[in-house]
């Protein structure tokens, strides 16, 4: 069940199954509590959308401050819409920023992995018992891609998680009612057995409404991971343009959400 919080000026949606966890922090942002205005007021992240570099950057510290976040320890992407996902090990200070990449896993403590959203699905994976953090931007693209499905083959591969531990949470983005696209979209998903689940034909010729939230539970569930470890906030980002930024809502001049997930410091699991 995901609920709505508010920590200092930044109001955000959890995920109470994650919030429960005591390892871990994280919040699905809305655009409130921010210093930008106009079509980016206010709690814009996206410093290539327009807006003033300065407060983006006030922005982004803000929401450090709120979450107790280490200076210097968020790590963004430059999301590209593909599927590469990087793993953050090593020490040091990480990467502000990881070019070419819509996924990010890490079993380090104080890095918050940021994704930065308007209308695209922001993805939070937990392993609870290997104690693993991922991330994954997922608009029609990267969820054609399979994007999900590999964040769940990289964590078992790379850290032996297992399927059934992981939590999913996938946080605000536009939804079924507001998701109309055209044939290329369609046809990139013409290998998907179960595409007409989450692809509607309407009244329109040649349009369809596409269900991201529905297409990546599916390819959750194909992955191997428990539907009832599949945490849905539902909200509508395009419908909700006064919590969210919209680029279909708001014809592409608009502000990016930040959605991150942060391990903590703390005891180690005990049974890894
Ligand atoms: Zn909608």
Not at 34 to 43: D, I, K, N, Q, R
Not at 44 to 70: H, K, M, Q, S
Not at 155 to 181: K, M, N, T
Not at 216 to 228: D, F, S, V, Y
Request: aromatic share 8%; net charge neutral; hydrophobic share 40%.
């Amino acid at each position: 069940m995901f609920r709505i919080a508010r920590r200092e000026e930044i109001e955000f949606y959890e995920a109470e199954e994650l919030a429960a966890l005591d390892f871990v922090t994280h919040a699905f942002c809305t655009r409130l509590g921010g210093v930008s205005e106009g079509p980016f007021a206010s709690l814009n992240t996206g410093f290539l959308v327009g807006d003033r570099e300065g407060d983006v950057r006030r922005n982004l510290e803000r929401i450090g401050r709120a979450f107790a976040i280490p200076p210097g320890q968020m790590v963004l992407m430059g999301q590209v819409h593909g599927d590469r996902i990087c793993v953050i090990d090593g020490e040091g200070t990480p990467p502000e920023l990881i070019p070419q990449c819509d996924g990010m896993i890490t079993a380090r403590s104080n890095v918050a992995l940021g994704i930065r959203t308007a209308d695209c699905m922001p993805l939070l994976f937990v392993d609870p018992v290997r104690r693993i953090a991922g991330v994954a931007h997922a608009g029609w693209r990267g969820t054609a891609l399979g994007i999900a499905a590999k964040m769940v083959k990289t964590f078992e591969q790379h850290f032996s998680s297992r399927r059934a531990d992981l939590w999913v949470a996938v946080g605000p983005a536009i939804g079924s009612c507001c998701y109309q696209v055209d044939a290329p979209v369609r046809d990139a998903f013409a290998d998907r057995h179960d595409a007409e689940a989450f692809l509607q034909a309407c009244s329109e010729a040649g349009r369809w409404m596409l269900d991201l939230g529905m297409a990546n539970r599916l390819q959750l569930l194909e992955a191997g991971i428990p539907p009832g470890n599949i945490l849905v906030c539902g909200q509508c980002t395009a419908c909700r343009q006064e919590l969210f930024f919209s680029h279909r809502g708001e014809r592409g001049c608009t502000g990016r959400l930040l959605n991150f997930l942060m391990l903590r410091d703390g005891s180690r699991p005990k049974n890894a």
